[in-house]
């Protein structure tokens, strides 16, 4: 049976590039997701027109939906059996302008990246145990630094400490909600100065998730990456990005088919692993 990938929120942008490159490769399935169907099909009819021999099809997901991720997940079960790479690049951001409240900000960035990020991978697990050499590539952010960089050193070696798991990225991340929410999150040690932006904090979330999920599944290939700031409709939000999202999407197709020689749980820019974070003095 053929590989099969799933690049999640893939009707454009970096999804979009990434499904791009995995077509041109003609290797195996790929399975675009779109929260809207119409936009879906346009998506998949561009890829489908420069590639007519590449394996591709779209499918409805709303990620933020737990309805929308077990239709999705079943429907996968019934069609494909398994999944082989699943690329969890499905995410939101606010612009820096946004005058949405800092808190619904941070309610919604953290549902989407980190709350129902997570989810949808456990709901996959069971599919991607079923094939022989599965991964998932975790799009992530430099920004991360930024947000590690503004925490406090107890809050630091909280979300560093060597036996973290899972659930203790889930439990950080729902207290900096919480934090916010209350108006606390300098108080609590989250945020020292305030360049650390909700998105900011989700991604470093999503960096030591990718990392305790490779732990706790050593027989996945699990790692995050970031694709530099890029041409997207969220890249946009925050100025005039240096890259194009053709040139984002290279480390996400790299992570999914690239001979990685095992190596599992790292952070990933331009196809080379970034140093792990490091508690301050």
Same mark, same amino acid.
């Given at each position: 049976m053929s590989s099969i990938t799933v %690049? &999640?929120?893939s009707n454009q942008g970096l999804g979009f590039e990434a499904v791009r490159k995995l077509a041109r490769q003609a290797n195996g399935h790929t399975i675009m997701t779109s929260r809207n169907a119409t936009r879906g099909q346009e998506a998949l009819g561009k890829v489908q027109n420069e590639f007519p021999e590449a394996s591709v099809e779209v499918m409805e997901l709303d990620l933020d939906s737990d309805a929308s991720q077990e239709a999705f997940v079943k429907a996968i079960e019934e069609k494909h059996g398994k999944v082989s790479c699943l690329v969890n690049n499905a995410g939101v951001g606010y612009? *820096? &302008? =946004?005058? %949405? *409240?800092v808190k619904d900000q941070t309610s919604q960035?953290? =549902? &989407?990246n980190v709350f129902q990020t997570i989810?949808? &991978?456990d709901r996959m697990l069971p599919l991607l145990n079923k094939d022989a050499n *599965?991964?998932?590539v975790v799009l992530a952010s430099t920004l991360s630094q930024t947000a590690f960089a503004s925490l406090s050193s107890e809050a630091q070696k909280r979300i560093t400490t060597e036996d973290l798991t899972t659930t203790d990225v889930l439990a950080f991340a729902k207290d900096y909600v919480k934090a916010v929410a209350e108006d606390k999150a300098k108080q609590e040690g989250f945020a020292e100065n305030a360049e650390a932006t909700s998105y900011m904090m989700s991604k470093l979330c999503d960096v030591q998730f990718a990392r305790t999920y490779a732990r706790e599944?050593?027989?996945i290939i699990v790692n995050s990456c970031c694709p530099g700031w890029c041409v997207t409709a969220m890249g946009q939000k925050a100025g005039n990005p240096p890259r =194009? =999202?053709?040139e984002g999407a290279e480390v996400m197709a790299f992570l999914a088919t690239a001979d990685l020689d095992g190596t599992s749980g790292e952070f990933w820019y331009d196809n080379k692993v970034l140093p792990a974070f490091t508690v301050s003095a």
């Open positions: %690049v &999640t929120g612009a *820096p &302008t =946004s005058d %949405v *409240p960035t953290f =549902s &989407t989810k949808f &991978t *599965p991964r998932i599944h050593p027989n =194009s =999202s053709e």
